[in-house]
């Protein structure tokens, strides 16, 4: 997390996306979270590095290099919004052969480690987070019939407000002292 989420900032990624874009990036089969991060760290460097490359790769995908280079130059919503302009030509190009090399040159070795499935299920931007927090409100919801089930809603209760937090915080410092 500390060190992409810098990468996805710059991107236009909320700190909720990014979590998305790393779960999705799990979910379809990614073998390492740290490559769904590197993925999206590897292509913020090349769209903004001004690149022969990366201008090919634009001007490929039939885009105007100036302008989608200025958009992810700028961050924000307008590199989000080019992020999703970049992809979305990427994933519709039909010949295989001409989208591995766009992908290669957009999205380095990356792209050959990941493949187009893999970076393609990072760039679906579902609400994963969202869906983790219903269902945590879902359980909150629920009432107890008796005493041994209301005793486990406790106990539960206790470890996601009181235990899991004080690890959170203490993980850093046990850390540092290992």
């Given at each position: 997390?500390?060190e992409?989420?810098?990468?996805?900032?710059?991107?236009?990624?909320?700190a909720k996306?990014?979590?998305?874009?790393l779960?999705?990036g799990?979910?379809?089969?990614?073998f390492?979270?740290d490559k769904?991060?590197?993925a999206?760290k590897?292509?913020?460097i090349?769209?903004?590095d001004?690149?022969?490359?990366t201008?090919?790769?634009f001007?490929?995908?039939?885009?105007?290099?100036?302008?989608i280079?200025s958009?992810f130059?700028?961050?924000?919503?307008?590199a989000?919004q080019a992020?999703k302009k970049v992809t979305d030509a990427?994933?519709?190009?039909?010949?295989?052969?001409?989208?591995n090399?766009?992908?290669?040159?957009?999205?380095?070795?990356m792209?050959e480690?990941l493949g187009?499935?893999?970076?393609?299920?990072?760039t679906?931007?579902?609400?994963?987070?969202?869906?983790t927090a219903d269902t945590?409100d879902?359980?909150?919801?629920?009432?107890?019939?008796?005493?041994?089930?209301?005793?486990?809603g406790?106990?539960?209760?206790?470890?996601?407000?009181?235990?899991?937090?004080?690890?959170?915080?203490a993980?850093?410092?046990?850390?540092e002292f290992a």
């Amino acid at each position: 997390i500390n060190e992409y989420s810098v990468q996805f900032q710059q991107l236009g990624f909320s700190a909720k996306k990014m979590f998305d874009i790393l779960i999705n990036g799990a979910e379809s089969g990614t073998f390492s979270v740290d490559k769904a991060g590197d993925a999206v760290k590897e292509f913020g460097i090349r769209v903004k590095d001004g690149s022969e490359s990366t201008a090919g790769a634009f001007e490929d995908l039939g885009l105007n290099v100036e302008e989608i280079s200025s958009d992810f130059a700028a961050g924000g919503d307008k590199a989000q919004q080019a992020f999703k302009k970049v992809t979305d030509a990427l994933f519709a190009m039909e010949d295989p052969l001409e989208q591995n090399q766009t992908g290669v040159a957009l999205f380095g070795t990356m792209w050959e480690d990941l493949g187009a499935d893999g970076v393609k299920a990072l760039t679906t931007l579902t609400k994963q987070v969202d869906k983790t927090a219903d269902t945590l409100d879902d359980i909150k919801d629920i009432k107890y019939d008796d005493l041994d089930s209301a005793f486990e809603g406790i106990k539960r209760s206790i470890n996601t407000g009181f235990v899991l937090p004080i690890g959170e915080k203490a993980t850093p410092a046990f850390k540092e002292f290992a």
